[in-house]
């Protein structure tokens, strides 16, 4: 089973790129797995908030294959502990050929994103830049690979 991630637009401060890099190279150790930037559309900053979230859902539907589990991150989706995520992670695992999950722009996802999304998820109901969101999300795919493979990186 492959894992890929998917985040818009490119992570722009150095230090959130270093912490991306280092995850993603130890994610690499547990799974085939993947991080994508999605490329901004062109002229995005003289659209609308709405145009924007059509456009970047335009980009990120054409990367999703109809046999892909897609899971949203989303701050009105499920919340779950770290070890709730990673049977989550495990379950998934075990049913799906990829797994694809995609942290979008700062406004959210189009519709058509909603929709075909298999599961909306929730990395706090505290608000974090989109750019943040992408080194916290990808130590807790980490932290859930390790527990899975009962590592002692978290602690119970």
């Known amino acids: 089973m492959k894992i ?13 790129r270093t912490g991306v890099d280092i995850y993603c190279n130890k994610l690499t150790h547990y ?6 930037e999605i490329p901004a559309p062109k002229q995005i900053k003289n659209l609308n908030i709405e145009q924007q979230k059509i456009k970047e859902g335009e980009i990120i539907l054409d990367k999703i294959l109809p046999a892909d589990t897609m899971v949203i991150l989303d701050e009105n989706g499920k919340n779950m502990s770290s070890v709730g995520f990673a049977d989550f992670l495990q379950k998934k695992m075990q049913i799906s050929k990829q797994l694809v999950f995609v942290i979008g722009g700062p406004y959210g996802f189009s519709p058509q994103v ?14 974090f830049s989109h ?9 807790q795919l980490y932290r859930a690979a390790s527990i899975l493979k009962n590592e002692p990186y978290h602690h119970q």
Do not use: C, D, W
């Not at 750019?131 to 130590?139: A, H, K, N, T």
């Open 31 to 36: 799974f085939p797995f993947e991080y994508i």
């Open 4 to 16: 890929k991630v998917y985040a818009t637009a490119k992570t722009e401060e150095p230090y959130l």
């Open 131 to 139: 750019q943040m969101v992408r080194l916290i999300f990808l130590e």
């Open 114 to 127: 909603y929709e075909r999304s298999n599961f909306k998820l929730s990395l706090s109901m505290m608000t």
